[in-house]
């Protein structure tokens, strides 16, 4: 399997390009903030065509790119359809002080092909298998992908915010539910093998089993308690 990601935009957001091997059809998740040079280069590197764009979620940190990016290959997006208004009014999603600055240089708008994500859905592009989970919290329609275990690769879960390495997504914006978010984390994440690899929305790469040990919102969701580390107001903020 080949993933190739890079971190795009004003917000650092995670771009990656998932292919069973060089040369292959691939699909992109989340094309954010100024990230379509990124996704032609690596598109180039690894001799990539692209099938489909699948986003987490619908702030326009992960998907300011999507319009530019499908319409270039002729590709549908996936996204929930309790996020898909996102796309087309991204400061309704985020509050006017967030949305505002950049709102100028954003390319806002839905591609031409949009399909919609449902809870346990099995999607098969680029021939690889990715289930979908209904993760709300951050939105109200964030999911999450899963990959599953190869003979020589372990499985592999893109989190996009619900879960980075250390914290969590924030829930402090319009349609963020902390409740709603640990219920998420102890109903998706924790159920996951320790070797699974985490790639996140924002910051590095990490495993399940790194999380469930050291994370300090996921040991108190693991543990059913409500201290002081599930606090939603401790939890530092990457993205949006």
């Given at each position: 399997?080949?993933?190739?990601?890079?971190?795009?935009?004003?917000?650092?957001?995670?771009c990656?390009l998932?292919?069973?091997?060089?040369?292959?059809?691939?699909?992109?998740?989340?094309?954010?903030?100024?990230?379509?040079?990124?996704?032609?280069?690596?598109l180039?590197?690894?001799?990539?065509?692209?099938?489909?764009?699948?986003?987490?979620?619908?702030?326009?940190?992960?998907?300011?790119?999507?319009?530019?990016v499908?319409?270039?290959?002729?590709?549908?997006?996936?996204?929930?359809?309790?996020?898909?208004?996102?796309?087309?009014d991204?400061e309704?999603?985020?509050?006017?002080s967030?949305?505002m600055?950049?709102?100028?240089?954003?390319t806002?708008?839905?591609p031409?092909?949009?399909?919609?994500?449902?809870?346990?859905?099995?999607?098969?592009?680029?021939?690889?298998?990715?289930?979908?989970?209904?993760?709300?919290?951050?939105?109200k329609?964030?999911?999450?992908?899963?990959?599953p275990?190869?003979?020589?690769?372990?499985?592999?879960?893109?989190?996009?915010?619900l879960?980075?390495?250390?914290?969590?997504?924030?829930?402090?914006?319009?349609g963020?539910?902390?409740?709603?978010?640990l219920?998420?984390?102890?109903?998706v994440?924790?159920?996951?093998?320790d070797?699974?690899v985490?790639?996140?929305?924002?910051?590095?790469?990490?495993?399940?089993?790194?999380?469930?040990?050291?994370?300090?919102y996921?040991?108190?969701?693991?543990?059913?308690?409500r201290?002081?580390?599930?606090?939603?107001?401790?939890?530092?903020?990457?993205?949006?």
């Amino acid at each position: 399997m080949l993933i190739a990601g890079f971190p795009a935009g004003a917000w650092g957001t995670n771009c990656y390009l998932v292919a069973p091997a060089a040369g292959e059809e691939c699909v992109i998740i989340d094309p954010g903030h100024q990230a379509v040079q990124g996704v032609e280069e690596t598109l180039k590197k690894h001799r990539l065509k692209p099938v489909a764009v699948v986003l987490t979620h619908g702030h326009i940190d992960h998907v300011a790119s999507v319009v530019p990016v499908c319409g270039a290959h002729d590709v549908p997006a996936w996204i929930h359809p309790e996020d898909r208004y996102m796309m087309s009014d991204p400061e309704k999603a985020l509050g006017r002080s967030i949305g505002m600055p950049l709102m100028g240089e954003l390319t806002v708008g839905e591609p031409d092909d949009v399909r919609e994500l449902t809870d346990g859905a099995a999607l098969k592009l680029a021939g690889m298998d990715f289930s979908v989970a209904h993760a709300p919290g951050h939105t109200k329609g964030s999911v999450t992908f899963r990959m599953p275990e190869s003979p020589d690769v372990p499985s592999v879960f893109f989190s996009g915010d619900l879960l980075f390495a250390g914290s969590i997504g924030r829930t402090d914006l319009p349609g963020g539910s902390h409740a709603e978010m640990l219920e998420s984390l102890g109903r998706v994440c924790l159920p996951l093998d320790d070797s699974t690899v985490v790639l996140s929305g924002h910051g590095p790469q990490t495993t399940i089993g790194r999380e469930r040990a050291t994370n300090p919102y996921l040991r108190e969701v693991a543990a059913g308690r409500r201290g002081h580390a599930a606090d939603p107001t401790a939890a530092p903020r990457r993205g949006m």
